[in-house]
């Protein structure tokens, strides 16, 4: 078993959480998202991500567990990175195509 704790870096969004939904496909690795008291197993998360009321922040934790060999940690790391790149850019303003220099 392995557990990693993290501030979000901003919001779980429906979009968000069916992205994530794929990464236990690619692993045996049990993956669990917990946040404000709640947990969802991520296999789960497109339909129950609005309970963990995830916001720019909010403190989660990842917990993977029942993998063969090094799975729980590749695991853990894929999931937790690939939230946090995601829930970072949900947190990025739009660039305006102009201060970009595009014409």
Known sequence: MYVEQFRAQGPLTAEIAEELAFIPGS????????????????PVLPV?????RIRSGTEVTVTTANGLGDEDRLAL???????????GAANTPPQDDLACGSP
């Open 77 to 87: 790391r894929r999931f937790v990175d690939r939230f946090q790149i995601l829930t």
């Open 27 to 42: 692993y045996r690795s049990s993956i669990t998202i917990s946040g404000n008291g709640r947990s969802v197993h991520a």
């Open 48 to 52: 129950a991500w609005d309970v963990l």
